[in-house]
């Protein structure tokens, strides 16, 4: 998808539009009444909007609107304020063979003023189900928080079973640890309790003219495997 340059302006938002394509049937009855019904599922939305550029901002919007966009032909991805939770969507220029595409005009040395109107593909909106959680749309920022206080993102203390095996020295007896992609479990998250061996011990057992090495050695025992 064509990119709008990230070298050019915003749009201003001064004298910015926001109107959507007709999508209601309506049918007189002899009632006096009227019935009403939804067209389509999907309508698009258009956006009058201007931008304010130097002269060679206005250059390289020119070079880019003939040769990437096809003068003003193809779709591309900018920005738009709508109704939606993204202002990153993809549109179009509106124009005819009796209307440009846009209007372009001096606003004093060296300085452009280009007004357009826009089509959105689609309609920008939350997804159908958000209107019944209006506090969720109407206070995005408390949800955050919420969500990272209660349930912050989980890390994860080594990325590979090797990398935990290496750092066994590291680790105290009853310490749990988990690991990203354990390649011993096929790939899966997994969590593992360490097992430190102490140094290793002699034991003289004089009453039987023996000695013995006390020498175990440091593990790690699976303790959980979450499959994806």
Known sequence: MIQYPAELPYPDLSGYALEHAPNLSRT???????????????????????WGMSQKEFELFEAWFRW???EGADWFTGWAQTGGITTQT???FVGSDSAPAYMARMDGPDYWKISCRLEIREKQTFA???QHLPQYILFPSLLDMAINR????F?????TYAEALADLDNLATGDV????????????????????APPSTLILDFANGAYYVYDKTSTLTLVTVWAQ
């Open 28 to 50: 007189a009855m002899q009632s006096g009444r009227a019935r009403q019904r939804q067209k389509y599922t999907s309508v698009p939305s258009f956006v009058t909007l201007s």
């Open 68 to 70: 990437e966009l096809k």
């Open 90 to 92: 993809v549109m179009r």
């Open 128 to 130: 159908d189900g958000w």
């Open 150 to 153: 209660e349930w912050p993102e």
């Open 155 to 159: 890390v994860f203390d080594y990325a």
């Open 177 to 196: 640890v988990t690991i990203r992609a354990d390649e011993t479990q096929a790939g899966q998250p997994s969590s593992y309790e360490a097992y430190v």
